[in-house]
């Protein structure tokens, strides 16, 4: 059985950094998955935040482009999520999630992380 545990979470200043990880155990194809990062706030519906492709391609939502960077590790069945310049609407539970190949939605999910950006 596929599970995915997020870490790294915390609480932060605004502008402070922080480095979330997603370790995938119970699977030997995690190369393959499509990995993606996504937030809910409270009060607010579940948002995509990062997603990378099994060879690498890149793709971020606008509010965190060109502050948030995801990456993996293949050896490591890990995926990370570097947050920069982090602001107090960031607040969120950060989630990882898999999509399969030829799947459409992301069906596998960890149980999230919470990251708070103080003021």
């Known amino acids: 059985q596929v599970q995915l545990v997020e870490s790294g979470g915390g609480l932060v200043q605004a502008g402070g950094s922080l480095k979330l990880s997603c370790v995938v155990t119970?699977?030997?194809?995690?190369?393959?998955?499509?990995m993606g990062w996504f937030r809910q706030a409270p009060g607010k519906q579940r948002e995509s935040v990062a997603r990378?492709?099994?060879?690498?391609?890149?793709s971020y939502s606008e509010s965190v482009e060109g502050r948030f960077t995801i990456s993996r590790n293949n050896a490591r069945n890990t995926v990370y999520l570097q947050m920069n310049s982090l602001k107090v609407e960031d607040t969120a539970v950060y989630y990882c999630?898999?999509?399969?190949?030829?799947?459409?939605?992301?069906?596998?999910w960890g149980q999230g992380t919470q990251v708070t950006v103080s003021s």
């Open positions: 999630a898999i999509q399969k190949p030829q799947s459409r939605d992301f069906d596998s």
């Open positions: 119970g699977s030997h194809h995690f190369a393959v998955y499509t």
């Open positions: 990378i492709s099994r060879l690498g391609s890149t």
